[in-house]
């Protein structure tokens, strides 16, 4: 079986892992990751979901902070700090450097984010085929209440999403073409899963990229998970991004936003968790295929029944 | 008194620091450094003879291994080995990297080595104006038996200088410039001193970069060290350099290789180790200010006595 999921850092990597464990050695797992998260700092290049993803699936993560390298140092962050450069409030890990120095590096060489992410994902068995959704830069950009642009991570790390956002942009998407393989890794799979993250700031660019929404259309189906449960956010900072696209922090909501393949949309089949049973039924009389399923990704064989639910027909 | 020195890594280091020692606060030390030794070492930018003298400067430099800072780990470098990414022979320490990165994302913002160089020295209370020799990148490559160009930093310390050289090019040197202030440094110092550094990739391309020469004729008083003691090399591999400009490796070659600058050389005055005092009158003979005095550079008092003769009329 092949199946391909559209996915960002934390949720999307837990999502995935899941997948692998349920499937088996001659099925094909492809992750297409976003790359808005992605920033220049003191010249080094970062693709924090790519890492993330990369990470959780090596089994080399951090899994009591959330994020980042297992056994992690900040020697060389501390030593930016004291020279006052970088960004204070960014904290780089001495090994998760190494792979941003290394990654750099090959950009340097006139390597592609595909063909870096490939090398990346050679390092480890993982099982599993990384694509960024473009080799274009099209980092994403929080226009704030006020008008101020800032750089994605500067209003998500620096100001954990506090100051009001009324607009997301990532200039340049206009004319980014998908990663190598992205559209063949959509339309060849059996299945195309929306992972359960952050849909304005993770699938979103993703389903900016030119040729990637075509692609979805021309798909043989395509599962979404609600990243919404009970009506709250359970990872990251969705309530906050949500407003600024005009969308209800809801499991329906969010289901809307991103439409139904009959209607135009991206999905067949929407999964909300047990907690938003209730709002499955008018899901269902609109004509979703809604099913309710329980949506925690906190232990491995939870993500793993998560991912049977999702891939089955 | 200004004093301005021309210097290279380790042994332009020592014998600052002995100047440093010999001076007061009222005199003023400028060092104009190499920037030959400069590399690009996955997407970071690495200027080993202006971080020797800093850190050697700020007292945070490793004396017992010679380079580098004290306290150093290799996290970082490790990682890029497991990636398969930078130079294996060619390790960062994570501290050090921390200067890299500060100055690969202030040039990446703009900024020029000179201005950089200003901000690193301005970090601890060094008591000394670094200047590159140039704000132009103009690495030092090494040719090699066979035609082979490789960077110098791979001749040096992938191939510890055993590759015979017949050539040494800064490729792009002719169109460079002197760094901020270096000619001004030159021209209005009370005396200028050569240190005890490799004649051919530390003093050499500081003397290549168009204007500087010229510099060197105007000055007032130039003073010159010698790097061999005893017919030997005491510090890097010199003489692994010099017969590739048809020197030989003594005291006496290396003076006639610089020159008088009565007869359109750089020096006035040329000092030789006490071990080498049998080549003084020879050169007397030919016109040359030459003076024999205790080289050695092991202990501070060694070098602050040393610096002392140097900038005595």
Redesign the interface.
């Known amino acids: 079986m092949r199946v391909t999921v559209l996915a960002g850092g934390v949720g999307g990597a837990r999502f995935v892992k899941g997948l692998r464990g349920a499937l088996g050695a001659d099925d094909e797992i492809t992750v297409v990751v976003n790359t808005g998260d992605d920033l ?6 970062l693709q924090p979901d790519i890492d993330s993803i990369l990470y959780a699936l090596a089994g080399v993560n951090d899994t009591e902070r959330g994020w980042g390298r297992a056994g992690e ?1 900040e ?6 700090q ?5 960004w204070p409030w960014f904290t780089l890990g ?2 998760d ?3 941003h ?2 990654r ?5 060489e006139g390597l592609t984010p595909s063909q870096i992410a490939e ?2 994902g050679a ?1 480890w068995p993982i099982g599993v085929r990384l694509l960024p959704m473009t080799d274009a830069e099209v980092d994403t950009h929080v226009v704030v209440e006020g008008g101020a642009h800032l750089h994605f991570q500067e209003w998500w790390t620096r100001h954990r999403a506090s100051l009001p956002a009324v607009a997301f942009e990532n200039p340049g998407i206009g004319d980014a073409a998908p990663g190598a393989g992205v559209v063949e890794a959509i339309t060849g799979a059996d299945v195309v899963v929306l992972a359960p993250s952050n849909p304005v700031v993770s699938i979103g660019p993703i389903l900016k990229v030119p040729g990637i929404l075509d692609a979805l259309h021309g798909a043989r189906r395509v599962v979404g998970i609600s990243p919404i449960i009970g009506g709250k956010v359970v990872r990251g900072m969705a309530d906050a991004c949500l407003p600024a696209i005009g969308v209800e922090t809801s499991a329906d909501a969010v289901a809307r936003h991103y439409g139904r393949r009959a209607d135009g949309g991206v999905l067949d089949t929407w999964l909300v968790a047990e907690e938003d049973a209730a709002l499955a039924p008018a899901l269902a009389a609109d004509g979703w295929d809604v099913r309710v399923e329980p949506l925690w990704l906190s232990a491995p064989e939870e993500s793993a029944a998560l991912a049977r639910a999702a891939i089955t027909p």
Chains 1, 2 share one sequence.
């Open positions: 220049w700092l003191s010249g080094v290049r140092t020697r060389v962050s501390a030593e930016l004291a020279w006052g450069a970088g001495d090994l450097l190494g792979t120095l290394a750099t590096g090959w950009l340097r090398r990346l390092r």
